[in-house]
């Protein structure tokens, strides 16, 4: 009977590290299918790491990120109590790091454009319908500012799991550069000529009426 409540609590701490991996998988696949045939022929700064590295650190991180939500929801009440609001947060950052893998590979969306056409492939994928407003580099900078958040409010329900987030915010931090850079070396071209082909048609419709 007594080991009841280690192997629960074992459960608990599986659950809440493979939670954020899980969309680290599915992110995984779809970049791996934007590797070749479009990441690759981007221009880059001078201090890219090798792809490889990303994956191991992103899961470590999902890993760390995962174990402290799970000592912030058993030291501060479950859903209910002082961990109410870290928690929030942590599902809100989480969000925020899915959404951009699909926005930067699954859109070729370096920035983001505020352009309606860009958002029809959403309506289709209900996964990602809630993350159709930040975009590439205006996601990760939301990112990091929300999970540099969640990590002071992880920190004060419990010390180690907000110290868990200090290697993630940083690597948001240096993620943040490497998109900024991205985006300054491969200028999107495509929006200014898409706005413009829009003019003459809001001008026939101008006449028409």
């Known amino acids: 009977m007594a080991d009841r409540p280690c192997a629960g609590n074992a459960l608990r701490i599986a659950g809440a590290v493979i939670l954020p991996n899980l969309g680290g998988i599915y992110n995984g696949r779809l970049t791996r299918k934007h590797i070749q045939n479009w990441y690759a022929h981007l221009k880059f700064p001078s201090f890219k790491p090798p792809n490889w590295v990303f994956a191991p650190m992103w899961t470590s991180l999902y890993a760390g990120m995962g174990y402290g939500s799970y000592l912030v ?21 989480l969000a ?63 010390k180690v799991a907000g110290l868990l987030f200090v290697p993630y915010v940083a690597w948001l931090g240096f993620a943040t550069a490497l998109n900024y850079a991205i985006w300054k070396l491969n200028p999107e071209k495509g929006e200014p000529a898409a706005l413009e082909e829009e003019k003459p048609s809001s001008s026939h419709a101008g006449k028409a009426n």
């Open 96 to 158: 925020l790091n899915w959404a951009w893998s699909p926005i930067f590979f699954g859109q070729h969306n370096i920035k983001g454009v505020s352009t309606f056409r860009r958002y029809h492939w959403l309506r289709c994928n209900v996964f990602l319908i809630p993350f159709f407003l930040p975009q590439g580099l205006i996601d990760i900078v939301a990112l990091t500012a929300t999970a540099g958040a969640c990590g002071v409010l992880f920190y004060r329900v419990n």
């Open 73 to 93: 929801w058993r030291d501060g009440g479950g859903f209910s109590g002082d961990a109410q609001l870290p928690l929030i947060a942590y599902g809100t950052q």
